[in-house]
């Protein structure tokens, strides 16, 4: 088959689920047994998301190929299993970058170098995915971040115009808009659809389908009119209602056709409507979890977005156990060694968040000290292991000066410090240990148990920092055992204190290759340890 492209855009205001609506319409697509990917162009000029602080951006999600990416890649993987690559996350950062870069090399001698056609077709080429080598994909499916009419994303609208007219029937426009509800009118409003749909018009891309968004149930009346005011046949007009959970949308899309509708514009044959039977099993036992189990997130940034793949994590993992995990954000800011006890108090388990500065360290160090000493469950990610080692230093091997040199780059004791390949490094983005790296877990270790017996498992990574290997034999005496080591570079990959209920620390990042249907086996069996705590806590 011919590949198929499909392209996702939003009007009105930002923030309506572009990302899910994505990553739902490759899920459905996916059932029907055709080959997907999905892919993000953001139009900022950063070359990718690694050097935003979460504040601006959220959390930025890492590929296996070790590309610093937009957390929708987190969406995508979760909901279709995809692995993402760098040629799925773009900016517009990167597309400028290619063409100065080839201007530079005298690629366009004696032309004047323009956003049209020379960013235009640079945008069409990544779109086109000409650079993906030996890919046989049925649909690439293309969001386009920002809102429509935002004057960046301006030249992602040309190329997306451009290749419709070159592609016929093989591409189909989604636009995501908003139909707010006017409480003082009771009324639910169309007009700033029908607005946004002008100036998609105005650049010259008609939608083929749209998606609206809204917090009430839309009539067909309604929707009649918007269909009737946008040049949209009424069954390409669907609605995307809040929904208790963001992996109900992919069952409502397909209940109201959009999978379909795509389908027929394109000229596919549409047949049987895929079962998604282990879908459905998830959701079931997601509308069935009801007993809650409380998880403290120790982090720095009190978004709900700078997390987002460590609590979808702990989300998923829960809902296989039948169990809520009511995730509390603290910030690590306000803890003390005086209030550590009443922040966490009635927490069965308790994660420490990664991070980069100084800002809430020793917060996070008091959680794992509290975690250790009280025997809670505690999961420590990348910087949350880099504090459960130094408050292990601290406390029991009485190194009471023991730091990360990132933190403290005189410190004597640099448990943590940074590796060695990073020394000579200047340049900031994309220049952290990123990606996938091996990893060897230790005979008996509850790590590997946790793995079901996998001894050798590939994680992903984004740090510069690591365990310092001469303080290794001394950790090990003491209790600490570095049971997951790196078999190329001998680094430690994760660390466990066996005689704990489940205390755990990982230099790489589980959170990023959980997904709905595999939920990742760290995760698991952390919260299964939170659970068997609750019960616990329960019966004091
Ligand atoms: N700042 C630490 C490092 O660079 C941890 C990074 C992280 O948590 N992602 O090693």
């Known amino acids: 088959m011919v590949t198929k492209y499909i392209f996702i855009t939003g009007g009105v205001v930002s923030s309506l689920g572009k990302g899910i609506i994505s990553a739902s319409l490759g899920k459905l697509l996916q059932a029907r047994g055709f080959k997907v990917t999905i892919q993000k162009f953001d139009p900022y000029i950063n070359i990718d998301p690694g050097t935003l602080n979460p504040y601006e951006h959220g959390e930025c999600y890492v590929t296996a190929d070790g590309m610093e990416t937009d957390l929708d890649l987190g969406h995508y993987e979760r909901f ?3 692995r993402t690559t760098r040629e799925n996350s773009i900016t517009t950062g990167r597309i400028y970058k290619t063409v100065i870069d080839r201007e530079r090399h005298g690629d366009y001698l004696g032309k004047t170098i323009q956003v049209v056609p020379h960013i235009t077709d640079e945008i069409k080429r990544r779109m086109l995915r000409k650079d993906v080598k030996g890919e046989d994909l049925d649909f690439v499916i293309t969001e386009v971040g920002g809102t429509i009419g935002d004057i960046e994303s301006a030249p992602f609208m040309e190329a997306i115009r451009q290749l419709r007219w070159q592609l016929g029937r093989d591409a189909v426009c989604v636009h995501l808009t908003y139909v707010p509800y ?12 029908q607005h946004s749909v002008k100036e998609l018009q105005g650049m010259g891309i008609q939608p083929d389908i749209l998606v609206l968004r809204t917090e009430r149930h839309l009539d067909d009346g309604l929707r009649m009119k918007v269909a009737s005011f946008c040049n949209v046949d009424l069954e390409c007009v669907v609605q995307s209602e809040d929904m208790p959970s963001i992996y109900e949308v992919p069952v409502s899309m397909q209940r109201q056709g959009l999978d379909a509708a795509i389908l027929r514009k394109i000229g596919i044959p549409v ?13 079931e036992k997601q509308r069935a979890a009801k007993r809650e189990v409380h998880v403290a997130l120790v982090g720095k940034y009190d978004l709900q ?4 793949s460590i609590r979808e994590s702990l989300n998923l993992a829960g809902i296989y156990d039948d169990v809520k995990v009511k995730i509390h954000f603290v910030g690590s800011q306000g803890i003390t060694r005086e209030n550590v006890a009443e922040k966490l108090a009635g927490m069965a388990g308790i994660v420490i968040c990664p991070g980069f500065g ?3 360290i020793p917060g996070k160090i008091f959680a794992a000290e509290y975690a250790r000493t009280n025997d809670i469950p505690c999961f420590g990610i990348c910087l949350g292991m880099q504090m459960m080692v130094i ?5 029991v091997l009485k190194l009471e000066d023991a730091d990360s040199s990132e933190m403290n780059p005189d410190t004597p004791h640099n448990v943590i410090d940074l590796m060695e390949e990073q020394k000579n490094i200047t340049q900031m983005g994309g220049t952290m240990r990123l990606g996938e790296y091996p990893c060897e877990l230790r005979e008996g270790s509850r790590a590997l148990e946790a793995y079901g017996g996998k001894a050798s498992v590939r994680e992903r990574h984004r740090h510069r920092y690591e365990f310092n290997n001469q303080y290794r034999e001394a950790y090990e005496k003491a209790g600490m055992k570095c049971v997951g080591v790196n078999p190329e570079a001998d680094l430690v990959e994760v660390v466990e204190i066996p005689e704990k209920r489940w205390y755990i620390g990982t230099q790489f990042h589980p959170e990023y290759s959980s997904t709905v249907l595999h939920p990742h086996p760290l995760f698991v069996s952390f919260v299964k340890a939170c659970i068997a705590q609750a019960a616990d806590l329960g019966r004091q």
Do not use: N, V
């Open 80 to 82: 279709t299993g995809i």
């Open 391 to 395: 408050e292990f230093a601290r406390d």
């Open 182 to 193: 006017l409480k003082a009118a009771e009324e639910l409003k169309t007009k700033p659809t």
């Open 271 to 283: 047949g049987e409507t895929p079962a998604m039977k282990s879908w459905h099993d998830f959701l």
């Open 358 to 360: 100084q800002r809430g």
């Open 305 to 308: 977005d700078a997390y987002k």
